[in-house]
């Protein structure tokens, strides 16, 4: 009698170990489809990014068309960043145009030239 009990807590422990192993396999499968599984890709530049925008002049159509990389918990925030100061850039050169030329404009109708 002492060796039948003695069998089912063995059997039982083993089937405890199969179960405990098949989890933690199913575990560490989902971990490397979610996370990927190892490889990594060549290190970018320091400050560039995959995200794409045009070197000067860009458009409306050019900001429709902007995709951030998507990271666990969002966008990734460097790139959000990075579109975000070279929107800056962008509208303060514009707007230093635009100033230029309206000085231009006023100095051209103050001159005495422009006079009838």
Do not use: N
């Amino acid at each position: 009698m002492g060796w039948v009990c003695h069998d089912r807590r063995v059997t039982t422990a083993l089937i405890y170990l199969v179960v405990m192993l098949l989890v933690a396999a199913v575990v560490f499968l989902l971990a490397a489809v979610v996370f990927g599984r190892g490889e990594e890709l060549a290190p970018l530049p320091p400050g560039s990014s995959p995200t794409r925008l045009p070197a000067e002049d860009i458009t409306g159509e050019d900001l429709a068309e902007v995709r951030f990389q998507m990271v666990l918990r969002g966008y990734k925030m460097s790139e959000v960043d990075w579109v975000m100061r070279r929107l800056g850039v962008e509208l303060d050169d514009l707007r230093a145009r635009v100033a230029e030329l309206e000085e231009r404009e006023r100095e051209r109708e103050s001159s005495p030239e422009a006079s009838p």
